[in-house]
């Protein structure tokens, strides 16, 4: 078993560490407001794994392809139905009404996964 722990990390590590087997894998994406004791891993000799999605163009690194490999994979999984979106509600087209009209349902507090807006 491995784990993606995608928020909260710094609640759930201990958790994750008794969880997880010998050399299990965890990877992290969120930002933990405290420092993780990751000590904790060597026991068991777990491995943790970071990633930030900018990594790649902010380092103008060598494979700077491979984010768009990696989007357009998750890309065909949504579309399989393998992997579920968090998109709530797609209002159209992007211009003053729609992005108003997504404004005030974020600002109602109400709004129930991502609005999408579409175009250039």
């Known amino acids: 078993m491995n784990v993606a722990s995608l928020d909260g990390t710094e609640a759930y590590f201990v958790i994750y560490t008794d969880l997880l087997a010998p050399f299990g894998k965890r990877a992290m994406i969120d930002d933990p407001s405290k420092p993780l004791d990751v000590m904790k891993l060597k026991l068991k000799s777990q491995s943790l794994h970071i990633e930030f999605m900018f990594a790649r163009s902010v380092f103008n690194a060598v494979d700077m392809d ?10 065909d999984l949504v579309d399989q139905g393998y992997i579920q979106t968090t998109s709530g509600k797609n209002l159209g087209t992007i211009n003053a009404e729609n992005l108003k009209a997504a404004h005030e349902q974020l600002e109602s507090g109400k709004a129930i996964g991502k609005i999408v807006l579409e175009g250039l």
Not at 66 to 75: C, D, F, I, T, Y
């Open 66 to 75: 491979e984010q768009s490999k990696l989007l357009s994979h998750v890309a």
